[in-house]
T-cell receptor, first 114, second 113 residues
Framework: DTGVSQNPRHKITKRGQNVTFRCDPI?????LYWYRQTLGQGPEFLTY????????KSRLLSDRFSAERPKGSFSTLEIQRTEQGDSAMYLC????????????FGDGTRLSIL | GESVGLHLPTLSVQEGDNSIINCAYS??????FIWYKQESGKGPQFIID?????DKRQGQRVTVLLNKTVKHLSLQIAATQPGDSAVYFC????????????FGQGTTLQVKP
């Protein structure tokens, strides 16, 4: 399978714990995006990278959230001191650079905070 | 503010009929639009895209229409099949900034056998 891969698929944790998610993009794509989706809503943009550079961050990305893409390949999204409101589906997408390139999504990591 | 919205939260159609899913956008700076299909427990799946210099684009069984005058986007699905049942989202972005997609709330398509 050469699509976007996300791990884990599900994560259940207690409030206050830290969690980390991983995204492996389509190999030839140098742009990588993170979104958050709550039930019944469309995905909301969090941040994106071009190669290893983080080019844009949403105001939704509080200081408890950090994303990295150290070698311009896979990316990690960490949430520190999780809160109930962090419960959501976290989606990763990738695309080639260039104008008008569609983003291709993984199947997400579903986070549940107890 | 920026928003992309869909007119109907749920659309129910008979198998074999054509489906039309509508979307209104408010950001006049948006010039690239994408339709996604999302099945339960999965990520959004790319269906078709269109740039603002076009008003129509066709794919396999799908057609996207763009009316920039009234900021309206539609997805037409021909001969709807049970496998088309899903939530459909339109998304938009300005071409000059291809980082952020803005999604609407989605339309649930139900196909009756």
């Amino acid at each position: 399978d050469t699509g976007v891969s996300q791990n884990p698929r599900h994560k259940i944790t207690k409030r206050g714990q830290n969690v980390t998610f991983r995204c492996d993009p389509i190999s030839e794509h140098n742009r990588l995006y993170w979104y958050r989706q709550t039930l019944g809503q469309g995905p909301e943009f969090l941040t994106y990278f071009q190669n290893e550079a983080q080019l844009e961050k949403s105001r939704l990305l509080s200081d408890r959230f950090s994303a990295e893409r150290p070698k311009g390949s896979f990316s990690t999204l960490e949430i520190q001191r999780t809160e109930q409101g962090d419960s959501a589906m976290y989606l990763c997408a990738s695309s080639p650079a260039g104008l008008g390139q569609p983003q291709h999504f993984g199947d997400g990591t579903r986070l549940s905070i107890l | 503010g920026e928003s992309v919205g869909l007119h109907l939260p749920t659309l129910s159609v008979q198998e074999g009929d054509n489906s039309i899913i509508n979307c209104a956008y408010s950001n006049s700076a948006s010039d690239y639009f994408i339709w996604y299909k999302q099945e339960s427990g999965k990520g959004p799946q790319f269906i078709i895209d269109i740039r603002s210099n076009m008003d129509k684009r066709q794919g396999q069984r799908v057609t996207v229409l763009l009316n920039k005058t009234v900021k309206h986007l539609s997805l037409q699905i021909a001969a709807t099949q049970p496998g088309d049942s899903a939530v459909y989202f339109c998304a938009e972005t300005p071409m000059v900034n291809t980082g952020k997609l803005i999604f609407g709330q989605g339309t649930t398509l139900q196909v009756k056998p």
